[in-house]
């Protein structure tokens, strides 16, 4: 599995959707599901919470848990539906995932996150990987990460995704703890020294192909979140500066092809806004990008899924003058 450059985890952001929207725009990256709760794939609609569509592969399903039952029959699961990994999230610091005991907090108990691991490698034969923190309170000296990190390593896991924030439990909301905890990434450079058999994947902040490429002098692989949601044509420069490969779209040939998904889905029930939200940033550092966010603000809330409707909001004229606008000054 590559997984030099990969797409974060993001609830309520990373789903089917927006997946195929940034798989259209690269063909290397690897991509992560939301956080998808071990108890619900027991309990829920499973098809609703885990289809996806195959042209999005490589696809990470990333699962939140502490029960080793659950989590090992979700990442069967997961495997039978098709995902290329298991990611077990032992970062979200939100209150309500603690209350579940699972994310974060579940830094404090390496013995039970170890018995999880245990039983999801046995269930499965996809990789099982760990998305974690540099600490927690007051806890984020480098030894703790070091024994956490190893005791780990002897269930068999072999990649960590580190997220060079430590998290504050319980005080903290979710989006101070991703912005206020200073980023430390010489601690995750340390974890690839002292673990060189281990894939590293360094997280956070993270937001230029220059960046990229100079945590790749160090780690082995860099992951990003937000910067990719709010600017999603980075991809296209990720291709082509890490990759190597000239051969990405524009941003109307992902439009074009973007339509046609938002055709199909439409056709199947989905609202159009459902899918379009994710394009926001596509123009984003374009002078003209507030005609497409415009465009698309006034347009994409359509509520019955009439297929009519949405030939006439992405009537291709009119969308042709909104890209241009929206595409102006590269
Ligand atoms: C809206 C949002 C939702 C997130 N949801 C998850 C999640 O479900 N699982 C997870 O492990 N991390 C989640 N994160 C954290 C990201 O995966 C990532 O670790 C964090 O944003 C730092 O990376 P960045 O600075 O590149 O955004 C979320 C972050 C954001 C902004």
Request: proline fraction near 3%; charge should be neutral.
């Given at each position: 599995m590559n997984r030099k450059v990969s797409v974060a985890p993001m609830m309520d952001c990373t789903d089917k959707h927006e997946r195929y929207f940034l798989r259209l725009i690269s063909k290397n990256i690897l991509l992560y599901t939301e956080m998808v709760v071990s108890e619900a794939i027991d309990r829920g609609d499973k098809q609703k919470l885990l289809s996806f569509n195959i042209?999005?592969?490589p696809v990470a399903l990333q699962l939140g848990g502490s029960s080793p039952k659950l989590l090992s029959n979700a990442a069967k699961i997961g495997e039978e539906f098709g995902y290329d990994e298991i990611n077990l999230n032992l970062g979200c610091p939100s209150k309500k995932v603690q209350k579940n005991k699972?994310?974060?907090?579940l830094i404090k108990e390496p013995n039970l996150v170890a018995d999880c691991l245990i039983e999801m490698q046995a269930k499965t034969k996809l990789p099982v990987t760990v998305k974690t923190r540099i600490g927690y309170d007051q806890v984020e000296d480098y030894e703790h990460l070091y024994n956490f990190i190893n005791k780990l390593k002897l269930?068999?896991?072999k990649t960590f995704i580190i997220h060079a924030r430590k998290a504050i439990l319980g005080k903290f909301t979710p989006k101070q703890n991703l912005n206020i905890p200073?980023?430390?990434y010489e601690m995750v450079y340390k974890l690839k020294e002292d673990f060189k058999d281990l894939e590293i994947i360094i997280n956070g902040g993270i937001n230029t192909t220059d960046q990229i490429k100079s945590h790749l002098f160090k780690t082995d692989g860099v992951m990003l979140g937000r910067s990719v949601y709010h600017s999603p044509y980075l991809l296209a420069e990720i291709e082509k500066e890490?990759?190597?490969?000239?051969n990405y779209p524009s941003r109307q040939e992902v439009v074009e092809k973007l339509i046609e998904y938002l055709k199909k889905e439409v056709n199947k029930g989905t609202r159009v806004n459902q899918v379009?939200?994710?394009?926001?940033?596509?123009?984003?550092?374009?002078?003209?990008s507030s005609y497409w966010k415009r465009y698309l603000s006034e347009n994409?809330?359509?509520?019955?899924?009439?297929i009519q409707k949405v030939n006439h909001i992405m009537d291709k004229v009119k969308l042709n003058n909104v890209i241009q606008s929206a595409g102006q000054i590269d």
């Open positions: 042209e999005e592969k699972f994310g974060a907090c269930t068999g896991i200073p980023l430390k890490i990759y190597k490969n000239e379009m939200r994710h394009t926001l940033g596509l123009f984003h550092g374009q002078t003209g994409m809330c359509v509520r019955d899924a009439d």
